[in-house]
């Protein structure tokens, strides 16, 4: 007994069926790179208009010399957090500056980007603490 609709090996449709295949497994595969491609556009990357923060010269502007206090210097918390950094005073003792945490004085990146008129504070790292710019 012989069966006509058994394909073979040998049959001309073989090369069709595959390219078939092909297209159902790349629609998933498109959708797939369409999703990510959108999910990673509302991660912050540089950009050539960006500018830089000065956290030291933020800490100075938001916090001036209170004697004894001679002056403020800013320091990262924690190396593998964007939000980490702080200020600190500086101490006169004996007619020397002696750094020393007063206070864990948080630093208020905006108004660096405000006083600069450079636009709004991000950070492009959340575990980055030097990635903090202002994007006009």
């Not at 208009?49 to 320091?75: R, S």
Request: charge should be neutral; hydrophobic fraction near 40%; include cysteine.
């Amino acid at each position: 007994m012989r069966f006509t609709n058994r394909p073979s090996a040998t049959c001309s449709n073989f090369g069709t069926r595959s390219k078939l295949s092909a297209r159902w497994v790349s629609i998933p595969v498109a959708i797939a790179a369409t999703l990510l491609v959108g999910s990673l556009a509302g991660i912050a990357s540089a950009n050539a208009q960006d500018t830089g923060v000065n956290m030291q010269e933020q800490c100075e502007k938001q916090f001036p010399p209170i004697p004894p206090l001679a002056g403020a210097y800013a320091y990262i918390a924690d190396q593998h957090s964007a939000h980490s950094w702080k200020c600190g005073y500086y101490v006169v003792v004996v007619g020397e500056p002696v750094p020393e945490v007063v206070d864990d004085l948080s630093i208020d990146v905006q108004a660096f980007c405000n006083r600069h008129h450079a636009g709004r504070a991000i950070v492009l790292d959340e575990g980055n603490p030097y990635s903090w710019r202002c994007r006009p």
